[in-house]
């Protein structure tokens, strides 16, 4: 079983930044692809960006491309989502995701594990 912790929302002014952080459990994080996603009420969950196991290969939406960066470190067991520049549509709850060993979700919503979820908020 692995347990995914989000941190580092907020609230910030257009134009700030914020890290998110995902903090995962068990040994075998390292072979899991990772993804963040994102939801406002009312809305359908949307695809952020995802990192491969190996962290060689990312993906990140259009929405935010140029503006996000998804990253991880091994030895930390955690995932992380910097976001620069950051837009009152950007305002949502994020949630870390996780596959388990052999999968590949992508950028739809199949993945195997899912944290809690944190809030962000843009202000205009």
């Known amino acids: 079983?692995?347990?995914?912790?989000?941190?580092?929302?907020g609230l910030v002014q257009a134009g700030g930044s914020l890290r998110l952080s995902c903090a995962a459990s068990g040994?075998?994080?390292?072979t899991y692809a990772m993804a963040w996603f994102r939801q406002t009420p009312g809305?359908?969950?949307?695809?952020?960006?995802?990192?491969?196991?190996?962290?060689?290969?990312?993906d990140v939406a259009d929405s935010v491309k140029g503006r996000f960066t998804i990253s991880?470190?091994?030895?930390?067991?955690?995932?992380?989502?910097?976001?620069?520049?950051?837009?009152?549509?950007?305002?949502?709850?994020?949630y870390c995701a996780a596959d388990r060993p052999g999968r590949d979700s992508g950028r739809n919503e199949a993945?195997?594990?899912?944290?809690?979820?944190?809030?962000?908020?843009?202000s205009s």
């Open 111 to 122: 993945y195997d594990y899912w944290g809690q979820g944190t809030q962000v908020t843009v």
């Open 72 to 94: 991880r470190d091994g030895a930390k067991n955690t995932v992380y989502l910097q976001m620069n520049s950051l837009k009152p549509e950007d305002t949502a709850v994020y």
């Open 1 to 9: 079983q692995v347990q995914l912790v989000e941190s580092g929302g």
């Open 27 to 30: 040994r075998t994080f390292r």
């Open 43 to 58: 809305k359908e969950r949307e695809f952020v960006a995802r990192i491969s196991w190996s962290g060689t290969n990312t």
